[in-house]
């Protein structure tokens, strides 16, 4: 009996241990140690859900200590890079730098990454934005920090100053000693400079060069059995690349090396990679049917990744090779590259140092529109009033009337305080039509106005008259809202509206946004949005008293839609109110429910 009680102590002894030691994550992280445990338990998720990694995600979202948390946001934001969701994976990283305030080399580096995803989609505007704010960030080591700058300011200096550029590639090709092993020891580091050196390469035609360098890497990765990384697949890639330029014999060899590692790619990109370089390889020695089924196939894999980026280069190259098909490859081209066009024209949207004049004169523009309005709504407001007071004090007989007037009133100052509030988000460029509505406010009502006064000065005042001025003037105040309401704008500046929600909302939830300025909406699109707007205040106060609440809304371009996103970090379903108010205006949407998140697409296009 003795024994049976010592053991069943000694099991729930051993039980209370295991139950301490996974509790051990969350009260008493080491995050150099639990940080590790976190990468193995996403990359064996990865394998088995590309897909999905929310699950991993959620699971870590437990943890206290806050360098962890920032890590696990990095991670979800490797995923969805390599989904290509790339504002998601943006927002995550942003995420992340709100961890690691107390961390200075942490949030440096977690900043890089935030250079390297714009610099990927080509925002190069955002790219400079984040590097002016990581010079101001301690390093322990500045020659390190200096390097980082300089790699990832490479496609900056290539487009402001093509001479520096061109120096500061030669320095970084020929970087030896211990910068060179700091190179080495940064995965995410060695592989951009790779891609950023090699392009440079071929815009020389330097191939020898390429094959040199990449080979001697290649041998390098494949002893230390690195074959599942970028950087392999990378210098790969450039091997392969400059062997089909120069005939090289050997090129069969890299063909095959490719294909054996193809279960062990990091991306899909890599996959359709592959079948470009094959295809490539067969237009070097003419055998069109291979082109045209490899390119083929590098289409389908982009496609099912939804990699527009590689998508368009390979329409492109299909638009060239497959002359069967050119119809349908064009048009599909055409559509495609609307969404790329999206990422390049938006580098005109961000606001850095270099066009900071043009922001204070366009800040200026929309403080003195905004003025005149308000001017121009008072005085209208104030005459009115004017005369409805000096009726009443002179007619005790017409007082139901004029609180009839009154309320009308009140209706009118809320409609053209909404005008004004509309008229705040359009462009400078529409000043001139502002001007031409205050002289259309001038000419039509408050003139109108000056005439009704006059008639308080005779002796004798005729109520029925009075009345019919009032409601003409009623009737032309009506006319000049029509024409406010109806102007056709044709650029509205979406960041303004949806960051409103953000700013009154604050106190209660985190919210973030992205917006993608290069969309220009219709009149009747533009009415569609405010709908919207109103719709997503009822949805977001369904959880504002909730704790922890986090929302991110978001507009974007898809390849023929404008989307407005919603997505909230818990589970909510669309009530009958809501979900009537979208139908009964058209509004096209689709709610996605997966785990505690939500998501809601709506069509404004």
Known sequence: MRLIISNTFLILTVCLLTACRKEKVYNSANYKIDSITMRKNYNSEYEVNPHNLHKVHAFYMQETDSVLLGINHQLYSNYLAKNNKFDSAYYYLTRANDHFKNNDRKRFFNSIRKISLTNRVNLLAHSKIEIEKLKDIPLENEKVKQLYIDVFSLPI???????????????????????????????????????????????????????????????????ENRTSEDLFFTSLFYTIYAKIYLHDASIHNDLNLYQSHLKTVPTKESEALYYYLKAKYYQ?????DSVSSNFKKALNISRETNNFIYEHQILQQLIATNTLNTKEYTNDYIKINDSLLTYKNYVHDFIFETNSNTLKLKTEQQLIQKQNLNVTAFTFILLFSVVLYYFIYRNVKTRQLARKHREYLNEKTQMYKYLIDIKEQMDASILKENN??????????????NDLLQFFDSNETDLDLLQDKI???????????????????????????????????????????FTDNTIILSDLEFKTLLRI????????????????????????????????????????????ELITFLNDRSIQFELIKENQETTLLINIS
């Open 284 to 288: 070097s020695i003419s055998v069109p």
């Open 471 to 513: 409601k003409e003037i009623e009737d032309e105040s009506r006319s000049i809202s029509h024409i406010i309401s109806t102007t056709n704008y044709k650029t509205v500046d979406l960041s303004y509206i949806i960051n409103e929600i953000k700013k009154q909302y604050a106190s209660f939830i985190k919210i973030e946004t």
């Open 157 to 223: 200096l290539q487009e402001e100053d093509p001479a520096k550029y061109e120096k500061e590639v030669n320095y970084l090709m020929n970087i030896d000693g211990e910068l060179e092993n700091t190179i080495r020891r940064g995965t995410l580091v060695e592989n951009y400079l790779t891609g950023e050196l090699n392009k440079y390469l071929i815009r020389k035609s330097n191939y020898d060069k390429i094959i040199k360098r990449s080979t001697k890497r290649i041998n390098e990765l494949l002893k």
């Open 436 to 449: 031409n509505t205050k002289q259309l406010i001038d000419q039509n009502a408050i003139l109108k106005i």
């Open 533 to 576: 707007m109103l719709f997503t205040y009822k949805f977001i106060d369904k959880i504002k008293y909730k704790e922890n609440s986090i929302c991110f809304i978001s507009i974007y371009k898809t390849k023929k839609k404008n989307i407005y996103k919603i997505w909230i970090n818990r589970s909510l379903s669309l009530n009958e």
